[in-house]
Nanobody
Framework: QLQPVESGGGSVQPGGSLRLSCALPGYGLEYDDIGWFRQAPGKERESISCISTAGTGGMKFYTDSVKARFTISREKDLVYLQMNSLKLEDTAVYYC??????????????WGKGTQVTVSS
């Protein structure tokens, strides 16, 4: 079964930045719609960003809470989530997943195991 791999999580102070990466070892992600999701303790998993393939125009989706702070992008076989101006409420486990744009939860087929992002002062 295909399983993407996330990396780049960590601990940061409010206002800081992190860049998450999503890879699919042995295959690449160039031809897949990729979504970033997060799940905070006690909360449901939510879709925060999605990018379609270049062949479908490279469309991008952001949930309102991360607009203007997070940027999703592709570079060859990888998909990135640049997170700036991080807030305490961004603390969560972040997952990337392969599925269909605009990356509703029930439209995703393969999930990574997640990477922890902790924003604290």
């Amino acid at each position: 079964q295909l399983q993407p791999v996330e990396s780049g999580g960590g601990s940061v102070q409010p206002g800081g930045s992190l860049r998450l990466s999503c890879a699919l070892p042995g295959y690449g992600l160039e031809y897949d719609d990729i979504g970033w999701f997060r799940q905070a303790p006690g909360k449901e998993r939510e879709s925060i960003s999605c990018i379609s393939t270049a062949g479908t125009g490279g469309m991008k989706f952001y949930t309102d809470s991360v607009k203007a702070r997070f940027t999703i992008s592709r570079e060859k076989d990888l998909v990135y989530l640049q997170m700036n101006s991080l807030k305490l409420e961004d603390t969560a486990v972040y997952y990337c997943a392969i599925g269909q744009y605009p990356c509703n939860l029930d439209a995703m087929f393969y999930w990574g195991k997640g990477t922890q992002v902790t924003v604290s002062s």
